[in-house]
């Protein structure tokens, strides 16, 4: 990324709807105590499907971050797309003049998208034919619709441009933000991504793919990545928006600065859509590209805010990727999953990561790997099991791994002169 002079980027601004907290302070506590969000879905009956279990968010009311006519029209996604984004602005104290809109580019992803939208209106269709779908459901459904709801909410007239890569598209989102502004295109990018997958579509697609855990008797227990009882996804809804800048323009406006963005790499295995590269030369790869383009060395990496969904194989990926990109450093570092309290949100993954990683550069804390009880002997570096633990932390990784092969990695640093 830093192969010619370019622009310093910050992040400013951080803005969460998740299922163990509204807001980065109520998400960073319910983290460091290791509280997961995982329990029976209240969203549907979720008795004839085989897994019962999901990480919903359960306390979010739309009318609290936008105009109850508008929330009642948008499709999920982009509801929580919205509230992430205004808890994002307020955090960063940021005012969008008429001066300033031009100049701010929005980068924003997703996946499901607004499959629930379409879902309804499929079912409408069936049911009542063209007269009976709501008029609004073929905007509400494409994967640019929150884009789109973001720039229209916060009157943003720079680019808007929608990222979707699976469970990879947050970091890719704050990447293509990054770009922006490093390249000089523009002085501001709102990044981030949001999906919210938890409906009988997307759910029983992904129990007949057998990626969802089956552990139904235990909720809070569900989500194990890394350990030897794994076996599943537990899938999950939410957003994550972060503020970037260019770090003088944050500066010069006494902006609070969580972390700078230094590095990006990506690749894809390029072997199925479901199976992938256990051995993790791919994934370590992208990490060591993301590194160097940090202009820093394994070495340099204090702390690992990880893929880690819980999938047997995907598990096994990080911990040799992180082997092989890391050297015998992997063993020195603590590594963290936070998809063990919040699920698999899939393209918000990434974004809620890069949230984790930006308040332990604050805070110098890392949070566990709640669910650690029988160590698999192939999965073997430090997880910070089941307790959050004071550390040194300068410069986080953050890796994804996504349903098709692609793979893609983010190192973000303590702010030096």
Known sequence: MRTTPSRRVAITGLGVVSPIGIGKDAFWQSLISGRSGVDYIRAFDPSPYPCHVAAEVTDFQPADFMAARKARVMGRFSQLAVAATRLALDDARLIITKSLSPQIAICYGTS??????????????????????????????????????????????GPAISISSNCCTGIDAIYSGYSAIANGTATTAIV???????????????????????????????????????????????????????????????????????????????????KGDPSGHVMANAIGMAIRNAHLRPSDIDHVNAHGSSLPDYDLCDSNAFKTALGPHAYRIPITSIKSMIGQPVSAAGAL????????????????????????????????????????IKHVLINGHSFGGSVAALVVGRVTP
Request: some cysteine; overall charge negative.
């Open 112 to 157: 499901v998208g607004g499959g629930d939208v379409a879902a309804l209106a499929l079912e409408a269709l069936q049911k009542h034919g063209v007269e009976g779908i709501s008029p609004w459901s073929a905007l509400e459904y494409p994967a640019h619709a929150a884009t789109s709801y973001l720039a229209i909410e916060f009157g943003i007239s």
């Open 192 to 274: 981030g991504a949001s999906d919210a997958p938890i409906f009988p579509l997307s759910f029983g697609s992904l129990c007949a793919l057998g990626a969802l855990t089956r552990r139904n008797s235990e909720p809070t227990k569900a989500s194990r990545p890394y350990d030897a009882l794994r076996d599943g996804i537990v899938i999950a809804e939410g957003s994550a928006t972060l503020v970037l800048e260019d770090l003088e323009v944050a500066q010069d406006r006494g902006a609070t600065i969580y972390a700078e963005i230094l590095g990006h790499g990506a690749a894809s295995e390029a072997i199925g859509m479901r």
């Open 353 to 392: 990561q890069t949230v984790a990683a930006s308040l332990s550069i604050q805070t110098q804390i890392a949070p566990p790997t709640i669910n650690q009880e029988v160590p698999d002997p192939l999965c073997d570096l430090d997880y910070v099991p089941n307790v959050s633990r004071v550390a040194r």
